[in-house]
């Protein structure tokens, strides 16, 4: 093996510092959504989706819902509503651009977390959206993912986060307010919207 280097430029390089995947990790990659993948999802009320545009440009939002937001529609179609956001768009246009899109489905005080990736629309086609009339708002469009790999991360990293861990909670105090750190951020002089009225507009716009 040859010595590491600070820069590591080909896949062969990289390949030098690790052993090669063990035949399970190999294996456990679908190409469609077997009954555990569709019971995780079932299950999950957030997922992180990663996107890229054409220009280079690469986004994860978080998006969440009640337990089963996201439907399985059949073992390799997914459809996730829109809700209400910020109306950057940064995801659904880097889906138009390239139509590429990776899912990160959780579940609370669950270790291990599932993987989908896959090709997806943006859809408003009413027959899709009204089949999400029960959130509280009809999602204006929907993503609709073609899947093409699926398969469930093993712990490691929530272990080692202790993300669903009681005592690693920290109290919303440790950071300023959304709005004192916006305002910073923008360099508005005006007055910091405090924390409690940000989530009851929250609330009311969710």
Same mark, same amino acid.
């Given at each position: 093996?040859?010595?590491?280097?600070?820069?590591?430029?080909?896949?062969?390089?990289?390949?030098?510092?690790?052993?090669?995947?063990?035949?399970?990790?190999?294996?456990?990659?679908?190409?469609?959504?077997?009954?555990?993948?569709?019971?995780?999802?079932? #299950?999950?009320?957030?997922?992180?989706?990663?996107?890229? *545009?054409?220009? @280079?440009?690469?986004?994860?939002? %978080?998006?969440?819902? =009640?337990?089963?937001?996201?439907?399985?529609?059949?073992?390799?179609?997914?459809?996730?509503?829109?809700?209400?956001?910020?109306?950057? #768009?940064?995801?659904?246009?880097?889906?138009?651009?390239? *139509?590429?899109? @990776?899912?990160?489905?959780?579940? %609370?005080?669950?270790? =291990?977390?599932?993987?989908?990736?896959?090709?997806?629309?943006?859809?408003?086609?009413?027959?899709?959206?009204?089949?999400?009339?029960?959130?509280k708002r009809t999602p204006r469009v929907v993503i609709e993912v073609?899947?093409?790999?699926?398969?469930?991360?093993?712990?490691?990293?929530?272990?080692?986060?202790?993300?669903?861990?009681?005592?690693?909670?920290?109290?919303?105090?440790?950071?300023?307010?959304?709005?004192r750190m916006l305002n910073d951020q923008i360099g508005s002089d005006?007055?910091?919207?405090?924390?409690e009225a940000m989530v009851a507009r929250y609330q009311a716009d969710?």
């Amino acid at each position: 093996m040859s010595p590491p280097h600070e820069g590591i430029d080909s896949v062969a390089a990289l390949r030098e510092l690790y052993p090669p995947p063990k035949g399970r990790a190999v294996k456990k990659q679908l190409d469609h959504l077997d009954t555990h993948c569709r019971r995780f999802i079932a #299950l999950s009320p957030f997922v992180v989706i990663a996107s890229g *545009g054409e220009a @280079g440009g690469f986004d994860a939002s %978080p998006r969440g819902g =009640e337990p089963g937001f996201v439907e399985v529609i059949d073992d390799r179609t997914l459809w996730l509503p829109d809700s209400p956001g910020n109306n950057r #768009l940064d995801t659904l246009e880097n889906l138009i651009e390239t *139509g590429q899109i @990776g899912l990160l489905f959780l579940i %609370p005080g669950v270790d =291990e977390t599932l993987r989908v990736n896959g090709q997806a629309t943006v859809s408003a086609d009413p027959e899709k959206t009204v089949r999400f009339a029960k959130e509280k708002r009809t999602p204006r469009v929907v993503i609709e993912v073609a899947v093409e790999e699926a398969y469930l991360h093993c712990a490691k990293a929530l272990m080692r986060s202790r993300l669903w861990d009681p005592a690693s909670m920290r109290d919303r105090s440790v950071l300023p307010t959304m709005g004192r750190m916006l305002n910073d951020q923008i360099g508005s002089d005006g007055p910091a919207e405090s924390q409690e009225a940000m989530v009851a507009r929250y609330q009311a716009d969710l």
